[in-house]
């Protein structure tokens, strides 16, 4: 092991002890353990993402927010789960305005978030907690259906040849120009979003291409590719 040859020599320069074979073994270890893990996570038969929203203005911003990121690592979003809703019997001339406003923001929800289905859930009259208010909030959520089913599958990029050009798009959304900044760098198109950013390795034939333009089309970023390299 490293350790045995690297201690004699690490304690003349600085009296500290290294950690032992087990822990490296350990380290070791967890690397392999999470050797494809990133192709579990993009894989849409394997893992979907469900965001949760409350529908107010702050909060549904926040959950377009993570929706785009989430597209960004071409993770498929199968669902959104809007809870807190007020029950219809609530009809107190007090939460008049709050039903209406909430209403709104659910209409918001389902134009920004289309295809993805939204599952709607009631607030509770206390916390949930237990497993009877667990059963019940699954009720409301999933009612007869399976929540290991998929309810949506898309892709988030899709690459495409037409017309001898390549074009990549991507489901952003939520983005408008001046949001977004984009650069090529060998093989590499880099994608960055409001300080967040992204590295998407293209195949050679594409990277070799050196005239790069974006546009917006509808809720999706566009990324043309054009040149003489093409095969």
């Known amino acids: 092991a490293i350790t045995k040859y690297a201690r004699p020599v690490a304690k003349r320069i600085y009296d500290v002890p290294l950690p032992g074979d087990e822990y490296f073994a350990a380290v070791e270890n967890l690397f392999y353990r999470l050797k494809g893990v990133d192709e579990i996570l993009v894989d849409p038969k394997i893992t979907t993402v469900r965001l949760v929203a409350n529908p107010e203005k702050i909060v549904l911003k926040e959950t377009q927010r993570a929706f785009m990121y989430f597209c960004l690592y071409n993770m498929n979003i199968d669902g959104i789960i809007m809870n807190r809703i007020l029950p219809d019997e609530v009809n107190d001339i007090y939460f008049k305005d709050w039903i209406f406003n909430q209403k709104q923001y659910i209409d918001h929800a389902n134009d920004y978030f289309s295809p993805v289905p939204i599952f709607q859930v009631n607030l509770f009259k206390g916390e949930v907690l237990g497993y009877n208010d667990l059963h019940a909030l699954a009720d409301q959520i999933y009612g007869n259906k399976n929540p290991l089913d998929r ?13 001898g050009e390549y074009k990549l798009t991507m489901n952003l959304p939520f983005l408008g120009k001046k949001d977004l900044e984009i650069s090529k760098l060998s093989d590499e198109l880099i ?15 594409v990277a070799a291409v050196k005239s790069v333009k974006a546009t917006f089309e509808g809720r999706q970023l566009s990324i043309h590719f054009k040149g003489e390299n093409h095969v």
Do not use: D, M, S
């Open 191 to 205: 994608i960055r979003v409001a300080g967040f950013k992204r590295h998407i390795l293209l195949p050679r034939h």
């Open 151 to 163: 309810f949506f599958e898309g892709k988030p990029y899709n690459l495409t040849k037409q017309n």
